[in-house]
């Protein structure tokens, strides 16, 4: 009986079978959720960590890994009082310790968001979920090169994770598209473990850390390309086998035989589902002083997601903090 009275309040699900599944996950202490955090990277989930030990239900959303961008780091040596860790242990250190004070962590993407009312909605693919409050830590995601071929290769070759992708391709040749600091890494990572690697630089320079680039120009096995436009990425059958690129200098079209290709050409917000009631900027980054206060009452943001000058791990559980702070203030103003 208390399973349909909370399925019927608090999840619209598509199904009844769906329905059991998430009054399961989430119990009946949640019908109406006081914090709702999209993103489990280290801002939702030290925002999560504060609301919890603020006494406050909190759920956190994640479409993909918990720990976001710091999951798929190879090392974190920037973090105060932690010489050195890996992004995994790192991740997993976090979610640990958020899952210790109660919170619910459900690795399902919102696709959707009402923001006009009190009770805020969610929507995922389960189901329909209502909130007080809604943290947005949506971060940001790796850009697309837009090219022929990279949708089709898409996870058949096509990377934006060295780290992650990189061991897949042992003893091959792969190229890296890029000329920043993610790619001068991935170079440098990739070729400890690959037979060439091609960095492919859209301009006559990179703009990542001089000590970077010296250590690629050092590696006798990765081949330094400037003025470089990746045409078209294409494969035999289902996995990458070439890619074609065009010298911007000589506008001719070469083909190199290559088994994968990692894109690191920077990093964009993904803040489409909430455009029509949040304030973003020009570049699609939310739009919030320190506080993290959105334009919207009940709504917060924090981390890389905010319109913000210093993108680090460090900032990002610095503005979770702030964040799940003023959403106690909020909540205690309204009861
Ligand atoms: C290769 C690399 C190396 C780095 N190295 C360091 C370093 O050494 N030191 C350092 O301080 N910083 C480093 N950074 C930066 C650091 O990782 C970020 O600043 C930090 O992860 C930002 O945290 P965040 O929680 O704001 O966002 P993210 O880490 O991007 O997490 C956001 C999460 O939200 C999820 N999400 C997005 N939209 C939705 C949705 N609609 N529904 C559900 N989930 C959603 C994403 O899947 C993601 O997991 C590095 C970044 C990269 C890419």
Known sequence: MNFIISSIIFIKSKNLILALKIYSILGDEFCLLDVAIIGAGPA??????????????????????????????????NYPAVERISGA????????????????????????????GNVK????????????????ATGVKRRKLGCKGEEKFSGRGVSYCATCDGA???????????????????????????????????????RGEKFLLESVKSRNNIKLRYN?????????????????????????EKKIEVSAVFIAIGLEPDNSIFSDAIKLDDSGYVLADESCKTNVAGVFVAGDTRQKN??????AMSDGAIAANNVTQYLNSQM
């Open 44 to 77: 939702g989930l030290t925002a999560a960590l504060y609301a919890a030990r603020a006494g406050f239900s909190a759920v956190v959303f994640e479409r993909n890994i918990y720990g976001g961008q710091v999951a798929s780091t190879n090392e974190v040596e």
């Open 89 to 116: 242990e790192f991740s997993m250190n976090i979610y640990n310790q958020v899952i210790k004070q109660g919170v619910k962590i459900l690795l399902e993407e919102v696709k959707d968001v009402d923001l006009s």
């Open 121 to 136: 909605k969610l929507i995922t693919d389960l189901g329909e979920y209502e909130a007080k409050t809604i943290i947005i």
């Open 168 to 206: 897949f391709f042992k003893d091959k040749d792969v190229a890296v598209v890029g000329g920043g600091n993610t790619a001068l890494e991935d170079a440098l990572f990739l070729a400890n473990i690959c037979k060439s690697v091609t960095l492919l630089v859209r301009k006559d320079r990179v």
């Open 228 to 252: 470089t436009i990746v045409n078209e990425i294409g494969g035999v059958g289902e996995t990458v086998s070439f890619i074609k690129i065009v010298d911007k200098n000589l506008e001719k």
């Open 310 to 315: 210093l993108r680090q791990i460090v900032t």
